[in-house]
């Protein structure tokens, strides 16, 4: 069958139960990461993970690979830390509140 509309009737169908993002809308999603690589000698890094979307758009879970380009990877790797040190702050005395009971402190957390 040679008609556009038939080839677009079979995308759309196979994206049933995926949520769909509205313009300018931010989807919201818990992942999970599956794997992640680099290629020798470059600092980018491919991230993939699966996605669950969250909220009231549910939908199926999404398996994406993400490219993270050296200065946003930095900045990536910064924030992560600053989260993970403050939630372990020491002068206060405090865990992490999603932290399990036997869970100790990590020892990267106190490296620059």
Same mark, same amino acid.
């Given at each position: 069958m040679n008609d556009p509309d038939h080839g677009l009737l079979a995308i759309l169908a196979g994206l049933e139960g995926v949520a769909q993002q509205a313009d300018?809308?931010?989807?919201?999603?818990?992942?999970?990461?599956v794997s992640y690589g680099n290629a020798p000698g470059?600092?980018?890094? $491919?991230?993939?993970? @699966?996605?669950r979307p969250i909220g009231e758009a549910l939908g199926q879970?999404?398996?994406?690979?993400?490219?993270i380009d050296p200065e946003d990877g930095e900045n990536l790797a910064r924030f992560i830390a600053q989260v993970h040190r403050?939630?372990?702050d020491r002068s206060?005395? $405090?865990?992490?509140? @999603?932290a399990t009971p036997d869970e100790e402190r990590p020892r990267w957390?106190?490296?620059?």
């Open positions: 300018a809308e931010v989807m919201d999603f818990s992942g999970s990461v470059y600092r980018d890094v $491919r991230v993939t993970f @699966d996605l879970t999404v398996h994406a690979a993400i490219s403050r939630a372990w206060h005395a $405090r865990r992490p509140i @999603d957390i106190d490296r620059d």
